[in-house]
């Protein structure tokens, strides 16, 4: 249920009630980290990720993810654990492919276009300002629950 319709993309709802398309907390934590973890970290040096996380550095965040996720619970199926396996550059650019057509649709659009740009500088502005991907991170305990039946 997590892979159809790339609902692993897909953070809470806005105060709206609207989807929030490519915002899932996952991705944000992942682009946070490999973008702007440490200040020898290459890419916050240039201009673009200093304002603003490119959609193409999202799209390959995504993907990789997609690619994670999806052979995590395919060889969590086949063998009841999970293994290590290597990720396969055709298929990181297959997802790649397909999370670039989600985004145009995403950017086209009137409301979730500036809605995507808007948390991609929010983003950013978070990385600049001294990010740490050791923070802990604050979840509210009453999401966490067990099944005892």
């Known amino acids: 249920r997590l892979l159809e319709n790339a609902q692993f ?4 709802p806005d105060s709206l009630g609207k989807t929030s398309n490519f915002a899932h907390p996952a991705l944000k934590k992942v682009c946070l ?12 040096q240039f201009p673009d990720f200093q304002e603003y996380i490119p959609e193409r550095a999202l799209l390959l965040v995504g993907a990789m993810v997609c690619c994670i996720v999806r052979f995590t619970l395919e060889i ?4 009841g654990f999970n293994k290590c396996v290597s990720l396969n550059v055709e ?27 808007n948390m991609l500088r929010q983003w950013a502005k978070i990385g600049m300002t001294g990010y740490a991907p050791n923070n802990p991170i604050l ?11």
Not at 9 to 12: I, P, S, T
Not at 33 to 44: H, N, T, V
């Open 76 to 79: 969590f199926a086949m063998h």
């Open 139 to 149: 979840i509210n305990s009453q999401d966490w629950q067990v099944v005892l039946d």
């Open 33 to 44: 980290a490999y973008f702007y973890s440490s200040s020898d970290k290459a890419l916050r």
């Open 91 to 117: 298929q990181v650019e297959g997802h790649y492919t397909n999370l670039c057509r989600l985004l145009n649709q995403v950017a086209a659009d009137k409301y979730h276009g500036p809605k995507l740009d």
């Open 9 to 12: 993309l897909r953070g809470a």
